[in-house]
């Protein structure tokens, strides 16, 4: 028998995943299946959103309640739309750095402006994994990758200041060996009425493995993410760079949702205080 | 947090019949129930090496997906910590308390 | 004032008998924008998300003070393209939902259009033209988007619905009729005006009440159960899905199953294919929308769309008094393009607002002699009724259409 969850929440036809073997997509989804259930909520009460590449795909129909696979960078414009029409589900977002922090960053600015109520899981693999390992806003500066065979010469960013200078309600980032971190910071961002954010860093064994870190090892794959979560590999020497990790901002429930704020607004409007302005 | 074994491995990435490093020896318990679905195994080898009472070990007969899955070698060794259930990155494993004591069903 | 000696006159739309149905309302003076909000409103549209652009600004404006007096939802995208995603996620959820924009943001607009076609996404779009190419002129009335319309997204595979109204009555009717559509075909239907039809301002009769309209207006219902897509099926009147009742339903582009998980075989793309295209083109003879006038005994006819036809309709007429026997078409749905429409094998002189030629390689291509079909190109401003005079009689005389200032008649 499987993890009982499978049987709970997951639809048996796409199990097992097209992820490759050792990545860390199925690791964080399990986790997110344990938030869910720990939540008490079922099938029924959550909608899985996903975009485009690794995460997206891999992630998309997994869910056995209602799937929605958006295009490329626009699944929180998608959410927009679904949670303002029909607010009372719960909306997981589930992306990867490409769809979060290089195509679609606009629209996960605007939704966290806006403190729109879902709760965004951006597992980062730090590159474009799914066509094969090209660099993106995420991976660490000076990498080799398969577009930047000489070392990335841009500069990365933290898609985690970026929400939460937006103004997003709940901001966590974690790593693929910080389970039971990621998977507290999950609950507490579903429990949020607003903006939700979690970065969660993880490994790739097939393209970033082989191309930045050298090898397809699946331990010495996920070694580097821990070296690098705990700032000092297993000889005791420091990383190049740490991820800080932690909750890094908690303002949940503290900021009115967005489709909170435009059912105010008919209220208002419907008992004839909305009127303004000309007209 | 949780602590990866670190174990040498010169870039094979299908260990076959990779023999378990020495690892802690406890009296069996025989609290937990351990089941693996071997069809959702893709031979990460994550729960076989950060599984600190050799629970599991490959199993030599290939699973439907292509790889040796991993099998359940000494379930009454399990302690229960969770890690191998926590590291999977397929939902094959599950781990439970056996059905002495009420299961506990989605705990907070 | 039609003169009798006209043969036929017909105007083949719903609304040809919706305008007699309905007399209980009232009259205003209004623009063709006001008109599509009123109309959307009227047929159920609870949802706007869409970016200002010159000439649409207003239906974003109008929307963002009629829809919350309605209990409906306007949401000021950050960009088109998030603006009709937005609609897309509303419409999962349970409502009607438009956006609007012009050239330079419907453009903006492709991977989202596709995307809902793909997934039988209620959706209606609004694309109110103006010259280009890109940014052109901003005031300018246009065009261009005849052929971006129907190929409104990647990768083939899908059958496009466009209509376009010439008045800002029909505007209203069209809205209405263009929301039901969509819930019917469970498909994106666009609307094609233009710059001059949404801002200028008419005679508008609104209903008393959009109660009223119960009769005519096409309610959303939902479809709950498998299959969520009848894929190999050209069946319409299917209820479309919904996201966050529990349905299991999936909605994603890949090419996928009845269930809707992606799939990468080629039973599957090739009942796709067949469900999206052949679900508009069996269906044809309830989409064919057109006004004609003297079509059966013309000698020659002026084909033409929106704003455009208004001019186009004036010299006919003012031509069937002076004796000549022109006929007139003018087509409100552009998309499935009506080819037998063009049985007649007589010159066409085809007038439309861009200069690289789009409906005139369609009617070349329907029509039974190519080389009689002629070019009547112009760009940001209407041709007049004087310039369409002086074609009909060059054509008629068989010396094609005279040069004039600004009138571009090579189709190449």
């Given amino acids: ?279 | 947090m949780t602590r990866f074994r670190h174990l040498v491995y010169s870039g094979c990435t299908v260990p076959l019949f990779e023999p378990a490093k020495a690892k802690k020896q406890l009296p069996p318990s025989d609290k937990w129930s351990v089941t693996v679905e071997k069809n959702f195994c893709k031979a990460c080898r994550f729960c076989i090496d950060v599984c600190p009472v050799d629970v599991f070990r490959w199993s030599t007969e290939v699973n439907t997906i292509g790889w040796f899955p991993i099998e359940v070698a000494h379930e009454a060794n399990c302690v229960g910590c969770m890690l191998c259930y926590q590291v999977c990155p397929d939902f094959v494993i599950n781990v439970e308390p056996k059905k002495t004591k009420a299961p506990r069903e989605g705990a907070a | 004032m039609i003169a009798p000696s006209v043969a036929s006159v017909r105007l083949v739309a719903p609304w040809a008998e919706w305008n007699t149905r309905f007399t209980d309302g009232r009259r205003v003076l209004e623009t063709g924008t006001f008109a599509l909000t009123e109309g959307a409103i009227a047929a159920g549209c609870r949802f706007f998300a869409g970016y200002p652009i010159t000439p649409a600004t207003e239906i974003a404006e109008h929307m963002s003070k009629r829809l919350p007096q309605v209990g409906g939802y306007y949401v000021q995208a950050e960009d088109e393209l998030a603006g009709v995603h937005m609609c897309a996620g509303a419409s999962l959820a349970g409502l009607k939902a438009m956006s609007a924009s012009s050239g330079p943001g419907y453009t903006l607009m492709h991977d989202a259009y596709g995307w809902a076609v793909a997934n039988e996404v209620p959706l209606v779009i609004v694309d109110a033209m103006r010259v280009g190419p890109v940014s052109g002129i901003t005031g300018a009335p246009g065009q261009g988007e005849f052929y971006i319309a129907r190929y409104c997204s990647h990768g083939g595979n899908i059958e496009s619905l466009v209509l376009s109204p010439d008045s800002v009555q029909e505007t209203y009717w069209l809205t209405i009729d263009a929301l039901n559509l969509a819930e019917r075909f469970r498909t994106v239907v666009t609307i094609l005006t233009d710059q001059v039809i949404s801002d200028m301002q008419e005679d508008l009769f609104l209903p008393r009440s959009a109660d009223d309209l119960a009769e005519i207006v096409v309610p959303r219902r939902h479809n709950t159960e498998m299959p969520f897509y009848p894929q190999g099926s050209d069946a319409i009147d299917v209820a479309p899905n919904v996201v966050g009742q529990g349905t299991g339903v999936c909605v994603s582009a890949y090419t996928h199953t009845p269930e809707g998980y992606d799939i990468e075989e080629m039973e599957a793309h090739w009942d796709q294919s067949i469900r999206l295209i052949n679900k508009i083109r069996r269906h044809r003879e309830e989409l064919l929308r057109y006004e004609a006038v003297g079509l059966d005994d013309a000698d020659v006819i002026v084909v033409a769309y929106g704003a455009t036809a208004r001019t186009a309709k004036t010299a006919v007429l003012r031509a069937r008094r002076a004796g000549v026997r022109a006929g007139f078409l003018r087509l409100i749905t552009l998309w499935p393009f009506p080819d037998e429409l063009f049985t007649r094998d007589v010159p066409y002189v085809v007038c439309e607002l861009n200069y690289d030629g789009q409906l005139v390689r369609e009617v070349q291509r329907a029509a039974p002699a190519r080389d009689r079909v002629h070019f009547m190109g112009k760009s940001a401003e209407l041709h007049t009724v004087e310039e369409v005079l002086r074609a009909l009689d060059g054509v008629v005389k068989g010396q094609g259409i005279p040069a004039m200032p600004y009138i571009w008649t090579e189709v190449r």
């Fill in chain 1, 1 to 279: 028998m499987a993890n009982r969850l499978v049987e709970k929440y997951l639809r048996p036809s796409q199990i097992p995943t097209k992820a490759c073997h050792g990545c860390g997509i199925g690791m964080i989804e399990n986790w997110i299946l344990q938030a869910i259930d720990e939540l008490g909520w079922s099938r029924e009460d959550v909608v899985f959103i996903t975009g485009i590449g690794c995460v997206g795909r891999q992630t998309y129909a997994t869910w056995g309640g209602d799937n929605v696979g958006a295009t490329h960078g626009r699944a929180l414009a998608v959410a927009t739309g679904l949670k303002v029409a029909q607010p009372d589900k719960k909306y997981v977002v589930v992306v990867g750095d490409g769809d979060a922090a290089a195509i679609g960053t606009s629209h996960l600015i605007h939704a966290a402006r806006r403190n729109l109520g879902v709760t965004v899981i951006c597992e980062d693999n730090m590159g474009y994994e799914s066509t094969g390992g090209q660099f993106s806003p995420t991976t660490p500066a000076g990498y080799v990758m398969n577009s930047s065979p000489y070392g990335m010469v841009e500069p990365s960013f933290d898609p985690c200041d970026i929400v939460k200078a937006a103004g997003a309600t709940f901001v966590a980032e974690y790593t693929a060996v910080q389970w039971l971190q990621t998977k507290k910071a999950i609950k507490k961002a579903l429990q949020n009425d607003g903006f939700s954010f979690v970065h969660v860093r993880f490994q790739c064994n097939e393209n970033f493995g082989a191309y930045a870190l050298g090898t397809r090892d699946t331990v010495a794959n996920i070694q580097w993410i821990e070296d690098h979560t705990r700032g000092v590999d297993r000889d005791g020497r420091p990383t190049e760079f740490t991820w800080e990790t932690g909750i890094k901002h908690d303002a949940s429930n503290s900021r009115p949702e967005f489709s909170r704020l435009l059912r105010d607004l008919n209220t208002r409007v419907a008992a004839g205080n909305g009127r303004g302005g000309h007209g």
